[in-house]
């Protein structure tokens, strides 16, 4: 599963997922976007995706865009009202605290522990059913990056990591510069633009 964010979901959590397409499958506009300065890509399949749309700034994390480490997920523990997802950041040496704010294959979601096995965030429903992090498997892999700050470089684009709706691998081309097609729904069609801003997974693309 992959994700796609076009800046930046209300709900209890200041971050989490927000309005969506909700793409049940390939229907919609499609949508070219170039990967080919992200070796976030690498393993790639067609699947799903999701979408998200400019946002006021109600989070208190911001992101760029720019994967700073990929993780595994180390465990994913029911609850009664959340699904507590533990993340390894493996040799990153970001050390966030709780209440931190870390971009997750482009979900912002909010720390509530740190300790030896990893960083640990509870995803509540709304995001689960609105986002790719439902269907996350331990040891999978997640891109991470770490909230923005004022004298953050912004290489990418302003992320707020809040999903708007679900979008579809349909194509990858890997010859040459890596170019991806997605199918996305008309909902999330209308905040796309031609050479514009796009969050896929946690990685900016145009």
């Known amino acids: 599963a992959h994700a796609v964010r076009q800046g930046g979901a209300s709900e209890p959590d200041p971050c989490g997922a927000g309005r969506t397409g909700g793409l049940g499958g390939p229907t ?3 949508m070219a976007a170039e990967a080919s300065r992200s070796k976030a890509f690498d393993s790639v399949k067609r699947g799903r995706i999701s979408a998200v749309g ?29 699904l507590r997802l533990k993340v390894d950041p493996g040799s990153w040496g970001h050390v966030p605290a709780r ?6 294959s482009g979900v912002c979601l909010t720390v509530v522990d740190v300790g030896d096995g990893g960083w640990a965030f509870d995803v509540v429903p709304e995001t689960l059913s609105k986002t790719t992090i439902g269907g996350l498997k331990v040891g999978g892999e997640v891109n991470l ?16 990591g809040h999903v708007d709706g679900l979008a579809r691998v349909v194509q990858v081309q890997r010859e040459g510069e890596w170019r991806v ?26």
């Open 99 to 104: 209440g931190d704010s870390i971009s997750v």
């Open 145 to 160: 990056e770490h909230s923005a700050t004022a004298s953050t470089l912004l290489g990418g684009h302003i992320v707020q």
């Open 28 to 30: 919609g506009a499609g």
């Open 54 to 82: 400019p946002r006021s700034a109600y989070s208190r994390g911001m992101f760029t865009g720019l994967v700073q480490a990929v993780g595994r997920v180390a465990e994913l523990r029911p609850g009664s009202q959340s």
């Open 181 to 206: 097609w997605f199918e996305v729904s008309n909902d999330c069609a209308e905040y796309l633009a031609p050479k514009g801003s796009v969050c896929v997974d946690g990685v900016s693309l145009a």
